[in-house]
């Protein structure tokens, strides 16, 4: 399944909420050692448990929260982050957390893959 929620209501890229309301996430799951050797270590925590969490934020979340974000890894960026949808869930609370609207905001649309 994949779920979609229109740009003009869940932008990513004017929100970033997902990538700084919580130290415990994104945290690695599934990623090969392959892959998390794509990711600078720089932007890996200490313990390699995930993405390293400072300042408030991913070390990897570029820009202001509410304004205007960007992923430093985006092309390499952990499984979790992956599968995070704009408007799933995990959205609705990263978004509640910093005050954003979550409230009369459509369900996103889910296509069976």
């Not at 969490?53 to 985006?74: M, P, S």
């Not at 982050?81 to 996103?108: N, S, Y």
Request: one cysteine or more; proline letters at 8%.
């Amino acid at each position: 399944m994949l779920e979609t929620s229109p740009p003009d209501i869940f932008d990513c890229q004017t929100c970033g909420a997902c990538c700084a309301y919580s130290a415990d996430w994104p945290r690695f799951s599934m990623e090969s050692d392959e892959e998390i050797a794509a990711i600078p270590e720089a932007m890996i925590a200490k313990d390699e448990s995930g993405m390293k969490f400072e300042n408030g934020r991913c070390a990897a979340l570029t820009g202001e929260v509410g304004k205007h974000v960007g992923c430093a890894v985006y092309l390499v960026r952990p499984h979790v982050c992956r599968t995070c949808m704009p408007g799933d869930e995990e959205c609705k609370i990263a978004r509640a957390e910093f005050g954003f609207p979550v409230e009369g905001l459509p369900e996103p649309d889910v296509y069976e893959a």
